[in-house]
T-cell receptor, first 109, second 114 residues
Framework: DQQVKQNSPSLSVQEGRISILNCDYT??????FLWYKKYPAEGPTFLIS?????DKNEDGRFTVFLNKSAKHLSLHIVPSQPGDSAVYFC????????FGQGTTLQVKP | NAGVMQNPRHLVRRRGQEARLRCSPM?????VYWYRQLPEEGLKFMVY????????ESGMPKERFSAEFPKEGPSILRIQQVVRGDSAAYFC????????????FGQGTRLTVV
């Protein structure tokens, strides 16, 4: 039973353009979400979070949007840079982090 | 402030041996999580511990796997009688509290069973 789903396994964008990574969840009780970035052979790195009392949180090039009625969140990266190429995980913190399957982002120079 | 420290980074064990993976949380963090990443798969939750307590072990295999987080010292994930299917990257994360808070990950221990 996957409570957090990332339906796009991969995404390729051109440097300088916007990257949009999507995530859906099933449990309406989830109220805190986080995005992590992971490079091969390294641990996940925390990127940005959002509480359900907000619908948007911005940190530099990274913005997370939350649509509670649709149980959907998205991560926008703009402008995208080649160093952003990594696997991105959406999670909900319910006392334990429940991870999506991840989306591999490739930013082409 | 040092981050989450995991050791060893790489561990090779023969089938049937025991593997011990250590995780020292960030300073001030009393909550530890263990995750496993099998090749070509995502991060799977294993266990969530607070000092001297197992809070949630719903992701732990029923046999051979155990975890502890003593009052003093690192958290330990122990795998007894390892099999080839245990080969994976094991990640530890820590957080200062329960729920609505960020958790920070270590670099992982890559276990190879030969």
């Amino acid at each position: 039973d996957q409570q957090v789903k990332q339906n796009s396994p991969s995404l390729s964008v051109q440097e300088g353009r916007i990257s949009i990574l999507n995530c859906d969840y099933t449990n309406s009780m989830f109220d805190y979400f986080l995005w992590y970035k992971k490079y091969p052979a390294e641990g996940p790195t925390f990127l940005i979070s959002i509480s359900s009392i907000k619908d948007k949180n911005e940190d530099g090039r990274f913005t997370v949007f939350l649509n509670k009625s649709a149980k959907h969140l998205s991560l926008h990266i703009v402008p995208s840079q080649p160093g952003d190429s990594a696997v991105y995980f959406c999670t909900s913190n319910t006392g334990k982090l429940i991870f999506g399957q991840g989306t591999t982002l490739q930013v082409k120079p | 402030n040092a981050g989450v420290m995991q050791n060893p980074r790489h561990l090779v064990r023969r089938r049937g041996q025991e593997a011990r993976l250590r995780c020292s949380p960030m300073k001030g963090h009393s909550h530890v999580y263990w995750y496993r990443q099998l090749p070509e798969e995502g991060l799977k939750f294993m266990v969530y511990l607070q000092k001297e307590n197992i809070i949630d072990e719903s992701g732990m295999p029923k046999e051979r796997f155990s975890a502890e987080f003593p009052k003093e010292g690192p958290s330990i994930l122990r795998i007894q009688q390892v099999v080839r299917g245990d080969s994976a990257a094991y990640f530890c994360a820590s957080s200062p509290g329960w729920g609505n808070t960020e958790a920070f990950f270590g670099q992982g221990t890559r276990l190879t069973v030969v």
